[in-house]
């Protein structure tokens, strides 16, 4: 299975990350990315239709063992001031978080998950924080998992409307396994999207707040 590597610059920096084209759009594949403003630009820039996060996690639930694959459901956030917006200073109002990634792509990411192993965890809740963040800590919010990425990387997709999902991999995503399970993705993505992430900036829309192009959102 063939990606492409994409380079772009943004105004938030230097983005890289596959691609694949499907049937149903193309889709991104990130990989603990460090710069999710970038690459989440980047990635509305050049017209991608899924996105999807694979990060390293730590486990916080006994029941979890190396290699292990979840499916995320919930997230806690405990990083600590990372901009968390690209609407800074525009006041368009709250973005709902609820589902917290795409339902349809979760369903795409378990189908494509049990294909490549017998370990796969269809749920859980992701604690995201910093290198010193303890496991102790995200122990504390009930999380399953511990990772450095994806927040606020799912926020600034709904922003974008972009459909944007995480898979997690006891262990480190930069794996055989993690590659494996990337090669399978394209095969199991949508026909087509039946989800809400291509709205969540309706109301703002509705309300005049802003336009068609998608760029002058962004704010300072």
């Not at 943004?10 to 691609?19: H, I, N, V, Y």
């Not at 997230?75 to 349809?104: E, K």
């Not at 990425?149 to 995480?166: D, R």
């Not at 995503?173 to 309706?202: D, E, F, K």
Request: glycine letters at 8%; proline letters at 5%; aromatic letters at 8%.
């Amino acid at each position: 299975m063939t990606f492409t590597i994409t380079s772009l610059n943004t105004p938030f920096g230097l983005a890289m990350f596959a691609t694949k084209n499907s049937p149903s759009g193309t889709v991104a594949i990130l990989l603990d990315e460090p710069n999710p403003h970038a690459a989440l630009y980047a990635a509305k820039t050049q017209g991608v239709s899924w996105i999807i996060e694979a990060v390293s996690m730590q486990p916080c639930d006994g029941l979890l063992q190396p290699d292990d694959i979840v499916i995320p459901d919930q997230l806690v956030d405990l990083t600590q001031q990372r901009a968390s917006t690209f609407f800074r200073n525009r006041g368009y109002g709250f973005v709902g978080q609820n589902p917290v990634w795409c339902p349809d792509l979760r369903s795409s990411l378990l189908s494509a998950a049990q294909s490549v192993s017998q370990r796969v965890f269809s749920r859980g809740t992701l604690a995201v924080g910093e290198v010193d963040t303890t496991l102790e800590a995200a122990q504390s919010w009930q999380a399953h998992g511990l990772s450095q990425s994806a927040a606020p990387a799912a926020y600034l997709a709904k922003e974008l409307e972009l459909c944007y999902a995480v898979v997690g991999i006891v262990g480190t995503a930069a794996s055989t396994l993690g590659n494996t399970l990337i090669a399978a993705v394209a095969q199991h993505l949508p026909s087509s999207a039946s989800c809400n992430c291509r709205q969540t900036m309706q109301s703002a829309r509705d309300r005049g707040l802003i336009g068609d192009d998608w760029r002058t959102w962004i704010g300072e």
